[in-house]
């Protein structure tokens, strides 16, 4: 039969095609996600804190071969032919470093450096197989409440492969390649998460000692000056007052000479160095400044003068802190430091002289404060703490005043 009849009456019933059975099994099953390590750190507020996870694979850094020596025979020179390679262990896989830094609203900030590496393969150099090390690396600063968890991303690797099944030779025939094998793409992504999570083991204990503000001086001559107690000389004039009742038991003929004695504390008083405001009772209206004075009096060797003033930061606000002119002596500039606290209601300033000179005596306007209603209302304008000193930064005690401003609209 002509091979062009035979293919005429050729159908799919008069052949039959047996391909072999395959079967393949995976043996090895891996999930898409995987916990490395759960570790913890615990470290101190500053101190940096390494975690390493991972190997140590040793890099060849360098070689060298011995020299020309001398030989025993004939002074011949003798060479080494072996070759000393010196290696260094590099850290593969998870280094973190971490800085942390406890802030008193229990928040942590922390300074991390955190990278990933893994030997991907490997390349001869030198005769020597040297690792291919994939390195990802992060470094940045964050700020975390406690308990808060920050997840570190970015560090993925993409690998794709493509693997073709077929039979020998059929697999590559132009069209035929589609009906004799099978192609498979897979895309890989591995992505490594790294979750960090600060806790406080323990805070330090601070007192109202600690928080409070403290005058340094002006930035010439910065100090910290001890604190004085201020409560004595409020103390000393009840005392003046007490030998009064006790007069009234003697007769009435020694009470005439009874008051001479009573006369002479209440002039020690009149005489004690005191600090107030001028005047004593203020209105202005909402929006408006004015100045207010700040004035010593009966002071000696007066020299340097911290203060805190409070004020209701509703009511008020201290916009600047002015000079005076006592404090000067008319013959010299002072430094002024001033830091007005608007949202606390507190101005902390500080006046001083001119280092290596003599203090000032007597009474005089020591410093002008300008003041700006806010609201409607009554705040008072109170000397807290004051700590006055004399040329030989002994403290001077002064009886403190207070001042009432009224707000209207």
């Not at 072996?82 to 850290?91: A, H, I």
């Not at 030998?243 to 004690?272: F, K, L, W, Y």
């Amino acid at each position: 039969m002509p091979i062009d009849q035979f293919l005429h009456h050729f159908g799919a019933k008069d052949y039959s095609l047996t391909l072999p059975g395959a079967t393949a099994s995976a043996i090895l099953t891996d999930s898409t996600t995987k916990i490395i390590q759960n570790p913890e750190i615990r470290s101190v507020d500053g101190q940096t804190a390494k975690l390493r996870i991972g190997d140590k694979i040793p890099v060849a850094t360098g070689s060298f071969q011995a020299g020309v020596g001398v030989g025993a025979v004939g002074g011949a020179g003798i060479v080494n032919p072996l070759v000393n390679t010196q290696f260094q262990y590099q850290e593969v896989g998870v280094n973190v470093d971490m800085t942390p830094r406890v802030h008193p609203n229990r928040e942590v900030s922390l300074k991390l450096k955190v990278e990933v590496s893994s030997v991907t393969g490997t390349s001869t150099i030198g005769g020597i197989q040297q690792p291919i090390i994939s390195q990802r690396t992060i470094e940045h600063d964050i700020r975390l409440k406690e308990g808060e968890a920050s997840i570190l991303g970015g560090l993925f690797e993409r690998i794709d492969t493509k693997t073709l099944n077929g039979w020998p030779g059929f697999a590559k025939i132009p069209f035929l390649h589609y009906f004799l094998s099978d192609t498979k793409t897979e895309h890989q992504e591995n992505e490594v998460l790294i979750v960090l999570i600060p806790r406080i083991v323990r805070m330090p204990i601070f007192t109202r000692e600690n928080l409070r503000a403290v005058a340094s001086g002006p930035e010439q001559t910065p100090q910290v000056r001890r604190e004085s107690s201020l409560q004595a000389p409020v103390a000393a004039p009840p005392t003046a007052q007490q030998p009064a009742p006790a007069q009234a038991t003697p007769p009435a003929a020694p009470a005439a000479t009874s008051p001479s004695p009573s006369a002479v504390p209440a002039a020690g008083t009149e005489q004690a160095a005191r600090i107030r405001f001028e005047p004593q009772s203020l209105t202005v209206k909402a929006g408006q400044a004015v100045t207010l004075g700040v004035v010593v009096e009966n002071v000696k060797d007066l020299f340097s003068i911290p203060l805190l003033l409070q004020f209701d930061p509703a009511v008020m606000s201290v916009e600047e802190v002015r000079h005076g002119g006592f404090l000067s002596g008319g013959t010299q500039e002072i430094a002024i430091v001033q830091r007005v606290d608007k949202a606390r209601g507190q101005a902390i300033i500080s006046a001083t002289r001119q280092p290596n000179t003599p203090g000032v005596n007597g009474s005089g306007t020591l410093l002008g404060i300008v003041i700006r209603g806010l609201a409607a209302g009554t705040s008072p304008l109170a000397i807290v703490q004051v700590n006055a000193r004399d040329s030989q930064q002994k403290a001077i005690p002064l009886v403190t005043g207070e001042a009432t401003i009224t707000v209207e609209q």
